[in-house]
């Protein structure tokens, strides 16, 4: 009768350490937590303290009295956000402006993403890098060669004169229009690039298929190509919006002076006013307005690769 042996280790395959599984996974939840979760925290716990009491520790949010451990939360800079009319405004403002210039960055980012996408594999390279050339510049540079476009004596206005069109420079500068522009400038290669990852992945196959059984191209596009699209559009939308609704460089150098902006009012909070409470509850409430499409996208998110596993 043969009698089995039992394994030596030494002879098998060796077992990976926990501490080496530990480290792989902890080190970025480390990561995370000393440069996002930490710093959150530290700008939280500013938003609930008195202003000549804005430290970086919690030891004064926590006390001891008779035994009794207190919790102290100041709520007044929160209460006074949502009562008064002018924060309301400008987050909806900010967030308006944000939409808005998501919305022009698909309709112009998509014809774009999906002629790259269709193009030959030869051109793609010189068109993904006309997308990438404006990176290469300085972001400052590329906002003031715009206020020298759209000034009252800039080049567009010059041209516009000289060829008879208009006889008086045209006010551009300063305006909504000029702090759309240079947004959708800055903004739209983040709409491209996940819009032409998505679409040139695409099974072409199910397009001809379509066409095959009767259906017309705009058919096609709107019931077959827009579908399969749909997590580029998302992820290209949440690259856009997000930074978008907490821009400054933008609307300080673009935008006027009556422009309502989140990124303003924290900049005047926090250096003009040197409110920091403030400007820390401005924080908070901006981020719970980013972290609200951030959810929604994830969930989408899951819910497509669940329906898609199954």
């Known amino acids: 009768m043969a009698h089995s042996t039992p394994s030596n280790p030494a002879h098998g395959h060796a077992r990976p350490k926990p501490w080496g599984r ?3 996974i902890g080190t970025p939840y480390l990561w995370l937590f000393l440069f996002f979760l930490l710093p959150c925290l530290i700008v939280f716990k500013i938003s609930m303290s008195e202003l000549e009491d804005t430290g970086i520790g919690f030891i004064d949010m926590v006390s001891v009295q008779e035994g009794v451990l207190q919790l102290r939360l100041k709520f007044s800079n ?3 956000l949502l009562s008064d009319s ?9 967030i ?6 998501t919305l022009i960055c698909l309709l112009l980012g998509y014809p774009f993403a999906y002629f790259l996408a269709r193009s030959p594999a030869t051109l793609r390279p010189v068109l993904m890098m006309l997308v990438m050339l404006p990176f290469w510049t300085s972001f400052l540079l590329r906002i003031y060669a715009w206020a020298g476009l759209l000034d009252n004596n800039g080049l567009i206005n010059q041209l516009l004169m000289a060829t008879g069109i208009i006889s008086e420079p045209l006010l551009m500068m300063h305006t909504p229009f000029s702090l759309q522009i240079g947004m959708v400038y800055v903004y739209l290669p983040f709409m491209v690039l996940p819009l032409y990852a998505n679409l040139v992945k695409m099974d072409l196959r199910l397009l001809e298929a379509a066409a095959d059984l009767g259906a ?13 699209s749909y997590n ?14 907490g821009e400054y460089v933008i609307p300080a150098m673009l935008g006027g002076a009556d422009t309502l902006n ?5 900049w005047d909070e926090f250096f003009n006013n040197n409110d920091w409470a403030m400007a820390s509850s401005v924080t908070i409430v901006m981020m719970l ?7 929604w996208f994830n969930r989408v998110q899951a819910a497509e690769s669940a329906g898609a596993g199954r």
């Open 289 to 295: 307005l980013i972290l609200g499409p951030m959810t």
């Open 96 to 101: 308006g402006y944000a939409l808005m210039t």
């Open 232 to 245: 580029g559009i998302l992820a290209g939308a949440m690259l856009v919006f997000i930074p978008c609704v």
């Open 78 to 80: 929160y209460l006074f």
């Open 262 to 266: 989140i990124g303003r009012v924290l």
């Open 22 to 24: 530990w480290f792989l």
């Open 216 to 228: 017309k191209p705009w058919t096609i596009f709107r019931r077959i190509t827009i579908p399969l």
């Open 86 to 94: 002018l924060y309301l405004l400008t987050y909806l403002s900010s």
